[in-house]
């Protein structure tokens, strides 16, 4: 379970990247990254 959540943050925050959106937008993702890192 552990390595598709990995997986899955990694593909939405490439998507993020890639659109060129705000980087408000990818700091929040590696926000949610991180604390999703840690609680594992």
């Known amino acids: ?3 598709q959540i ?3 943050l990694l ?4 998507k993020l990247s ?3 959106n705000s ?3 990818s700091r ?3 926000w ?3 604390g999703i890192t840690e609680e594992v």
């Open 18 to 20: 890639a659109s060129g």
């Open 1 to 3: 379970k552990v390595v």
């Open 28 to 30: 929040q993702s590696e």
């Open 32 to 34: 949610k990254y991180e």
């Open 6 to 8: 990995m997986t899955e």
């Open 11 to 14: 593909s939405s925050v490439r």
């Open 23 to 25: 980087g408000s937008k």
